[in-house]
Each structure stands twice: as structure tokens, then as C-alpha cells.
């Protein structure tokens, strides 16, 4: 039984919570710590009411080293879960490494001022984590974390060479508001307005959301999506033997896109300070305070999520292709935990990613990638944790 520290209380956490909560014989306490320490609350008090489990609730700003030193030495947890924003990564793996505790995390590193991810600063702590024996998991959610873990499946199991991948994600949902994002909307903002990038030998790079093409997603139907720049590129490109390309494309429907375009056109996702009554304001945080929050979605959520992974190579001697995807209903994760899917598609493999740490079944010293560990036991735990997964014969490419 592990004693497990939950950073964050947004969305995702409380996806986290509930799951890490349903399984006490993995994880003992677990004590709930975030900047808006009634967050925390409201999330124990739902599984309080579902689970009949008690959570220990603290604040804490996680920006600051200091402060998660001194609740890591209180509380004295085995592993850190780290579901607060990218922008924490680093203070917490910091403070990971100063009181001895494993790291697990569902996005990579970004730094405030500016609208860049890339795994080089998580990468760097590799050396250091090896060191103090200690392990960090990197990116356990569905993309990254999922998708990774997708990849590595078919490589152990579905082909002897991968020569192509497309990560596809699509959100068919409906939660009826004019325009919301599905989690943190600054960090979904700077995403998606970021220019696009693929790997094909080197990095191409493409304006934002200009490459754009139909898929018919399964649950859900034939669905417009673009092609995005995303984590996981970076890491699958480097473990992936034999890969010629990797692209990630991502559904949005016409009116979030022309919302999207509007609020960038009025300056509304700029990121660099704007004076505003004699206030420093950051156009993006103040757009952030207007829009609904991504966890108040979920009541009135239907329809589904459909991600997966289109991979074509060689099997046998001869060509293959195969669509590996898990589909997600937002009413039965609503009905479940009180969270919309797409909460609950990143926060079910926190649980399960934490839960291979845990049990020993993925344990190393260093810094690592969901790929770089068998998928066999996490796959098993996506179908009985509520995340079951396809594999289909797939007919045709993405262009
Ligand atoms: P939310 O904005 O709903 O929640 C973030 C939480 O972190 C809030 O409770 C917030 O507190 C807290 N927080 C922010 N700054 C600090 C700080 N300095 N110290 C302590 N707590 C802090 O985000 P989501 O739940 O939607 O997303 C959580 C994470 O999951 C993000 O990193 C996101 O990028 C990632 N994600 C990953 C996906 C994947 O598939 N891999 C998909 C979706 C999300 P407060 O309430 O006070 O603001």
C-alpha cells in the first residue's frame, strides 16, 4: 500500500481521486494538495459520498519548492501525482528529488512566458532522478500516455517493423455552450494556436491548423481533423525503431474554430502582459476567468471521445495496418465519477500509470516515457479500469 500525494484539483484530479480511491489495496492514503484548497474539498467530499473514503486535504502552491518540501516531509507519501499545470513540472520534480519520492505526471514541461513544450527540460533531470534511485513516469494520461503505450503494444505485438503513425484524436461531444475548451483552456489555447509539427526523418513544421483532412472515427462518425503539433511525437519519434513518420491530428468542430479565430484576432490568447486599468493583465488568464470551467462541462455532456492510432508497417513479410482506439461516453463517466471524458480518459491512466509504479510492475531509476515499459500489464488495467480498447484491421491511410 503506497501512500500517494495528488497535486492539483481541477478536472483531471478529480478523475485521479476517485480512481486511486476505488483501489485501496494500491493506494493507502492519499492526501489531496492544491492552490485553491476548496477544490480539493468539493473533490473529497464526491468521494466521500461515492467511495465512503477519506481524503486529506492541504493547499499548496507548487510553484514554490519550499512548500511541497515541507507537505512531502508531513505527509511522507511514496510517489507524487502530479495533475496541477505543465508549468509546475520542474518545482515538483525538485522537490521530489530533495525528500526522495517518485514522479508521475500527465504533460510535459512548458514555461510560463512562453508557448513552447518540449521534453528537453524533463529530459535533462534524467541523470539526477538515476542518481537518488528514484523514477519519474512522463506524460501518463491519453495523449501523451495512452497513445504511447498504443505504440509500444503494436510494436511488441502487431508488427515486426512500424514504419508509420497517426495519432488521432477526436472529441464528438456536445456540451452545449457557444465555446469552451475540455480542459485547462490556456493551456488547450496555446496548443492549438501553436504552429503545427511532424516528424518524417527531421521536423516539418506547417502553419496552425492549416493541414486538415475527413476521418471516420469509430462511435462517432466521420469527423474533420487537424493536424496539431503534440508531445508525444517527440518521444514515440526516438522510440520507435524503423519510424519513417509520425503525425498527430486533432478534431474541432466550426464553430470552436471560428470562436478561436475571432479571440485571436482581438488579441484575446496573447500571452505577454497587457496594462489594463493600471493592472498588468495577461489577455490569455483573463480570457481563462470568462470561460466556463472545463469540469462544470460534465452534467450536461453526451455523446463520445474516439482516440487511437493508426499504424501501418510490415508484419509477417507483408504490409499491415491496424487502428488501435478506445472509445469514451461523457454521460457514463459523468454517471461514474462526476467528471466529462475527456477528464476521464487522461486521469484513469494516471491512476493506472501510478498504479505500475506502485506495484513494482514498471520500476526504474531515471526519467522515462510511457514506451519505455512493457505494455502489457497497463493494457490489461485500461480494459478493467474503464478505458477498453480496439484493434481493427484498418483499410484505409491517412493521407
Ligand atoms: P484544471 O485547470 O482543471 O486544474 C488544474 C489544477 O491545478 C487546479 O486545481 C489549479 O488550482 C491547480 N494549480 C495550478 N497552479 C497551481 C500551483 N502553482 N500550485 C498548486 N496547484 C496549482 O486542469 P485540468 O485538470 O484540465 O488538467 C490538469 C493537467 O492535465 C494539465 O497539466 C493538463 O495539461 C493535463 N492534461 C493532460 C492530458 C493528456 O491526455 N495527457 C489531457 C488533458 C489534460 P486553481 O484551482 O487554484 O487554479
Known sequence: ???????????????????????????????????????????????????????????LDADDVRQTVALIKKHKPSLVINVALPYQDLAIMDACLETGTDYLDTANYEPLDEAKFEYKWQWDYRGKFEKANL???LGSGFDPGVTNVFCAYAQKHLFDEIHYVDIVDCN??????????????????????????????????TDPLSVKQDFDFPGVGVRKMYLMYHEELE?????????????????FGEQYLTHLRVLQNVGMTRIDPVIYEGHEIIPLKFLKAVLPDPGSLAENYTGKTSIGCVIEGIKDGKPARKFIYNICDHAETYKEVGSQAVSYTTGVPAMIGAKMMLTGKWKKAGVYNMEEFDPDPFMEDLNKYGLPWQVADWNHSVE
Open 172 to 205: 464528438g461531444g456536445d456540451h452545449g455552450k457557444a465555446f469552451a475548451t475540455n480542459f485547462n483552456p490556456e493551456i488547450n489555447i496555446r496548443e492549438i494556436t501553436a504552429r503545427g509539427r511532424y516528424w518524417e526523418g527531421d521536423w516539418k513544421s
Open 135 to 137: 523514477m519519474a513516469l
Open 1 to 59: 500500500m503506497g501512500k500517494t500525494l495528488i497535486i492539483g484539483a481541477g478536472g483531471v484530479s478529480n478523475v485521479v481521486v476517485h480512481k486511486c480511491a476505488a483501489l485501496p489495496d494500491v493506494f493507502g492514503d492519499i492526501v489531496l494538495a492544491s492552490r485553491t484548497k476548496s477544490k480539493c474539498d468539493a473533490i473529497a467530499e464526491g468521494v466521500r459520498k461515492r467511495l465512503n473514503r477519506t481524503i486529506v486535504t492541504e493547499q
Open 235 to 251: 518521444s514515440l519519434a526516438q522510440n520507435i525503431k524503423g519510424l519513417k513518420r509520425i503525425r498527430f491530428w486533432m478534431t
